[in-house]
Structures are given as C-alpha cells and as structure tokens.
C-alpha cells in the first residue's frame, strides 16, 4: 500500500516489536521449560536455580518410566474411543440440528432454536444433572462421557451459519431428483461446508480430549479413567509413588519431578504438534461463530 | 388420529383449525426433516431441560430412596440454611472477587494484544506471534494447573525468577493472598491469544480508507487507535462483555478445585466449588441444589440488566 512511515511512527514500530517479543517470550517459554526439564536428569535439575536454556543433561529416563505406567496407556486408550465415539455422535446430532435449523420456511424452527438457545443461558445446575446421569444408568461408564455432551450449543449455532450460506437452489434441485433430506445432508450440504465441518470436529475433538470434570464424578473404575484423570493423579495429587518404587525418598522426591514434566510433554505435545496445520481452521471457526455475533 | 385432531380444533374456529391441518401437511411432506430434529430435540430435553425441572429438589427434602416426587417439600429452607451459614460470606465474596479480576484483567488483555498485533503490518512476525500465542488454549486445563502448581512452588521456576526482585521463596499456593493473582494470570497466559482472534477479525473488517482519511488529516498511530478503531471494536466488545457479566457468577471452579487446597481455601472457594464439595463429596443433594440455583438466578438477572443497558446506551444488544 505504500504505507510511509514518519520518524514517530517507526519508533512506535520498535517499541511495539520489542514489547511483543517479550510477551511472547512469556507466553511460549513455559512450554520450552517443560520440554527442557523432562529430557533433564533428575538430581541436576533438583539443583539448578532459575531458568533453562538447554536440557541438564539429557536423558530418556523418565520417560521410559512414564510409559512403563499402565495407567497412562490405559488413559489415551479410553480417550482416544471416547473421542472417535464422541465425535461420530456430536457430528450426526449437530449436523441435523443445524440441518433443520438452517431450512427455509420449516415448521416449528422458531420455537427449535429458543429451545435451543435457552440452554446457554440457564441450567438446572450440576447436581440434577449428576442425578440424572446416574438414575439414567450411565454412571461408571464411557457413555457418561459423550451423552451427556452430544452437543454443543455453539458449535451447532455456528454449523447452521454456514449451512445458511448454501444457496438453496442447489437443494431444490437435488430434491427434483427425488433426494430426501438425509441425502441432502450428507451429499450436498455437508461437503459445501467442509472447512466448517472441519472446524467443528477439531472443536468437539478437542473438547473431548481434554475434558475431566464428567470423568471424576461419574467414572470410578480405574480401568475406565481417560487420560486427563490419569495426568490428574500424577501433576495434581501429586501420586507418583506408583512409578517410582524402590529406592528412598529423596531418590522418588527427584525422579518423580522430571517424571512430571514428561507426562505433560507426553499428554500434551501430540496436540500442539498437530496443532500449526490445523491452525487456519480453528480461527475460519470462531470468525464464523464471530459474524454470527 | 388426524381426524381426531381436527375435530377438536374444528371446534376453536375454522381458521385456527385449517391451519393446524395446513401445519401437519407441512410436517407429513417432509417427514424425514422433523425425524432429524427428534433425537436433537431428545438430547436437549433430556440432558438440558429435565435437569432445569429436577432443580425442585432444592425446595424439598430430597433422598435418593425416597425419590424426587416421595420426597418432601420443604419450602426455602435450604436458602436460608446457606444465607445464615458462615460459608455464604465467604463463597459470595469470593465468587465477585476473583470474577471482577477476570474481568478487570483478563477482559482488555485479548483487545489490547489484538491492537498491538494489529499495527504489525502484515510481517512473517505477525503469523509467529499468532501461531505461538494461541498455542496455551490447547493445553489441557490438567496440565496447565500441573505447570502452574509446579512453578510456584517454593522452587519452582517462577518462584525463582521472581526471587531475583526479592519476592520471598515460599510456595505460592499456599499463600491464600496469592491465589487469586496466580489464577487470573495464569487464565491470561492461556486465554489472551486465543481471545484476541474474535478481535483480530473484527479489526479486519474496519476499512482501510478511513486510517488513509485520518492520515492525511496528520491522525498519528494513536488518534487513529482512538478515533478509529476503538469505534469500530466497539460492538464486538460489548458483546463480549455482556456475555463476561452474564457469566459473572461463573468462576471457572473446574480450574479451582484443581488448583486449591486447604490452606488458601478461605479465599479460594467460590460457590460453585462449594456446590461440588457439599453435593458431590458431602451428598447433601438438596442444599447443593439450592446453592447452584441461587448462583444461576444472580447470573440471569445480571445477563438481562447488562443486555438492557447496553440496549439502552450504545444500541448494541445480544438479543
């Protein structure tokens, strides 16, 4: 644009580099600290003061005891069904809601949506929910995990958006051709709005992921626990006696630090190593979500 | 059953009869349509609406072998039970506390980095910062109350860096004063990335003449930010903030139960964590009921008021 720039005006450009360097330093350098320490051998990390630049050392110590851990196993194995069952599930019910919602002159759509939208707004709270979870026969089961979020409300505000945007005539057309609706969906709709489906499993996806609150009051059967209840018992109660048994307490006192930061890189690395490729999508989704606004 | 239905609307008048026949003709045409919004309709009924309908236990005697219907009513004694108890002061006050410094704190951070973003134009610096900046969102919030709890601790990394400015060596959450602070700006560090992308695309649609305009009128960087941009982020933000308030009472007690334990509990229980503790822990499922319901009403009544001033004074509304 040929954009000149005054003398002020490139001193407010330095300025505002130099401050957001720094601000991104905060932001990322925790990050790179937990990476730093996990590959770090215990005893040197329990020594050193201050920041890290460089692993101490390095070492695949802990996290060859992490993954000795049955649990952490276990744990991906029952989020990962959780996701792929959940998902299936969010997709199907979110795809019809927004499917009906989005129609021209369909009955009742109205009174659908406030329904709908209302249920942002106010809820019963969390005890009738948990009341109801049990009394429906969910508890201590996965399914206490993707039913009860079969939808989410702003996903499927966001999914009618764009189904809205479809030119109708293209509908009409396929429905000439005798499609029902279940054809128009899946053959029609849902590919024109592809990034947006995409979008929206990557939303669900990674809700799933890392959701945790459902899981600790409806699963008790350790065999059941999704992962995020495993990373719970190792960072936040603080249990690492399990991996580290054997030698004294001092010893477990260190392992068990560097453990910590490899079960986070563990837990948490797969995601944000997808993440950079998916990037472009998630932010097409909440500027969708945005216009809606 | 159709011709049941229509001689009982016959009754009401013609014109109220033909169009409930019109209305069924609709739904009998496209049949398969309405069979795609029953499961949708079933998942908001029975998980959304049902629990709306058990909050009743909150004004009686509820026990699971009872029942909700057997049990009896007991009018609002649980409200008053929690309103005379010690906890209330506490939980309320610290639900506002830790609530206004979100909002206070947590709420301009996103505009101002989407602003200080913004004026980096279109450099590779840009896409690095975006790219870094969203990356804590992904996090999980286990993971994050990890880190957060392993870097304050007494030597913990933060700990550490900021005894370098003379701050004391004493694990931080075990301090009830510095709790509210390590919470809301770790919520900051994870969130301010990912909530300046709503601005960032708003800002996208501001056209670019009016700074052209501004410019040759001799505007500098700031009359422009002031003049021109912050009136054009205007409706965006009070959307936002409307939503904020409406969730005022919302304290995300996920992140608090992971992150409290009992020596800063004074000032670290809010009252949905309470909720969890006295019903989930404790089954006291009417009390708790009473206490959530009341936390949801103060939230609904705060949602209306900020949606009917802002109608009211900046014609920007959520509904």
Not at chain 1, 53 to 71: E, I
Not at chain 1, 265 to 285: D, M, N, R
Not at chain 2, 36 to 48: D, G, H, S, T
Not at chain 2, 184 to 200: A, C, D, K, N, T
Request: include cysteine; charged fraction near 15%; aromatic fraction near 14%.
């Amino acid at each position: 644009m040929g954009l000149e720039y005054t003398k002020n005006e490139k001193i407010f450009n330095y300025f505002n580099k130099a401050f957001l360097t720094a601000l991104l330093f905060v932001i990322a350098y925790p990050l790179y600290y937990i990476l730093m320490v996990s590959f770090s051998e215990p005893m040197r990390h329990m020594a050193h003061q201050g920041i890290l630049w460089n692993p101490l050392g390095f070492t695949f110590d802990s996290y060859k005891t992490v993954l000795q851990n049955s649990m952490i196993g276990i744990g991906y194995r029952n989020t990962i069904v959780i996701v792929i069952v959940g998902v299936a599930l969010n997709l199907t019910l979110t795809s019809f809601g927004a499917y009906f919602l989005s129609r021209p002159r369909a009955v009742f759509q109205k009174q659908v949506m406030w329904i709908i939208v209302f249920t942002m707004f106010f809820s019963g709270g969390l005890i009738p929910f948990y009341l109801l979870v049990r009394e429906l026969g969910l508890y201590d089961t996965l399914w206490s995990l993707i039913l009860p979020n079969a939808i989410g409300t702003f996903n499927l505000i966001i999914m009618r958006t764009a189904f809205m945007c479809i030119p109708y005539s293209l509908e009409e057309s396929a429905k000439m051709d005798g499609a029902g609706h279940f054809t128009i969906l899946w053959r029609i709709v849902m590919p024109l709005s592809l990034p947006t489906v995409a979008v929206i499993i990557l939303y669900y996806g990674v809700h799933h992921w890392n959701a945790w609150f459902n899981a600790i009051i409806f699963i008790k059967n350790r065999n059941l626990y999704p992962l995020q209840l495993v990373l719970r018992e190792i960072l936040i109660v603080n249990d690492t006696a399990s991996m580290t048994s054997g030698g004294n307490a001092a010893d477990t006192q260190m392992v068990s630090e560097t453990i910590k930061y490899s079960t986070m890189v563990i837990a948490t690395f797969p995601i944000l190593c997808l993440y950079p490729f998916l990037q472009k999508y998630f932010v097409k989704g909440i500027m969708i979500g945005a216009v809606k606004g | 059953m159709t011709m049941d239905m229509n001689t009982r609307t016959e009754k009401r008048g013609i014109s109220l009869g033909s169009r409930a026949k019109h209305t069924w003709t609709l739904i009998k045409n496209e049949k398969s349509l309405y069979i795609m919004i029953i499961p949708v309709l079933l998942y908001y009924i029975i998980f959304c609406y049902i629990p709306m309908g058990g909050a009743i236990i909150s004004f009686k005697h509820f026990s699971p072998a009872q029942g909700l219907w057997n049990s009896p009513w007991v009018g609002f004694q649980w409200f008053e039970e929690f309103f005379r108890s010690p906890y209330f002061a506490r939980t309320f006050t610290n639900t506002l506390r830790i609530s206004l410094a979100t909002i206070l704190f947590g709420f301009p951070a996103p505009i101002l980095f989407a602003l200080l973003i913004n004026e980096l134009h279109g450099t590779k610096f840009k896409r690095i910062v975006q790219t870094l900046s969203y990356m804590p969102h992904f996090v999980s919030l286990v993971v994050t109350c990890g880190m957060v709890i392993e870097f304050t601790r007494y030597n913990g990394v933060i700990t550490q860096v900021l005894g370098i400015f003379g701050f004391p060596q004493k694990t931080m959450l075990q301090e009830p004063n510095l709790f509210m602070p390590v919470y809301v700006i770790s919520g900051i560090w994870q969130e301010v990335g990912w909530g300046s992308i709503i601005y960032l695309s708003a800002l996208v649609g501001i056209d670019q003449q009016l700074y052209e305009a501004a410019r040759i009128d001799g505007a500098g960087r700031i009359r422009q930010t002031i003049n021109i941009t912050l009136p054009c982020l205007l409706p965006t933000i009070i959307i936002m903030l409307i939503l904020r308030i409406g969730g005022l009472m919302n304290v995300g007690f996920e992140k608090i139960i992971l992150l409290y334990n009992d020596a800063v509990m004074s000032k670290a229980d809010v009252i949905s964590s309470y909720v969890y503790r006295k019903g989930l822990l404790e089954a006291n499922w009417s009390y708790s009921t009473a206490v959530g319901l009341f936390n949801g009403l103060i939230n609904c009544i705060l949602l209306i008021s900020a949606n009917t001033i802002t109608r009211k004074f900046a014609d920007t509304k959520l509904w």
